[in-house]
C-alpha cells in the first residue's frame, strides 16, 4: 500500500506564503512523476506542479513564477513552495504519485487566501 500525506495547509493573507509537504511511503524514484494538484469549490481539480524523477518541472501559468516544486530523494518527500498567494489560490491541495500504469493521491491539504 502506497500512500501519501500532505502536509503545510493553512490560512494565510494574500501576498503570504506557504511551503506544503507531502510525505510518500515509497521511494518517489520508483515514479515517472511528483505533481501538485488543486480543487476549488464547484471546479475540476487541476494540476498546479509536476517534477519528474530527473527533476524537470512544468507549472500551470497561473502559478509560474510563484510557485516552486522540488524533491528530497533522501526523505521521499515533495514539496510545494508556495509565494505571493492570491485568494484564487485557495483550494484543496492533493499530491500525486504517477507512473505509466499507477496512480496515487493523498487525502489533501487545505489552503485558505485572505483578501
Known amino acids: 500500500q502506497v500512500q501519501l500525506v500532505e502536509s503545510g495547509g493553512g490560512l494565510v493573507q494574500a501576498g503570504g506564503s506557504l511551503r506544503l509537504s507531502c510525505v510518500v511511503s515509497?521511494?518517489?524514484?520508483?515514479?515517472?512523476?511528483m505533481g501538485w494538484y488543486r480543487q476549488a469549490p464547484g471546479k475540476q481539480r487541476e494540476l498546479v506542479a509536476v517534477i519528474s524523477s530527473d527533476r524537470v518541472t512544468n507549472y500551470a501559468n497561473s502559478v509560474k513564477g510563484r510557485f516552486t516544486i522540488s524533491r528530497d530523494n533522501t526523505k521521499n518527500t515533495v514539496y510545494l513552495q508556495m509565494n505571493s498567494l492570491k485568494p484564487e489560490d485557495t483550494a484543496v491541495y492533493y499530491c500525486?504519485?504517477?507512473?505509466?500504469?499507477?496512480?496515487?493521491w493523498g487525502q489533501g491539504t487545505q489552503v485558505t487566501v485572505s483578501s
Open positions: 515509497r521511494s518517489i524514484v520508483s515514479f515517472d512523476a
Open positions: 500525486n504519485a504517477r507512473s505509466l500504469t499507477v496512480n496515487f
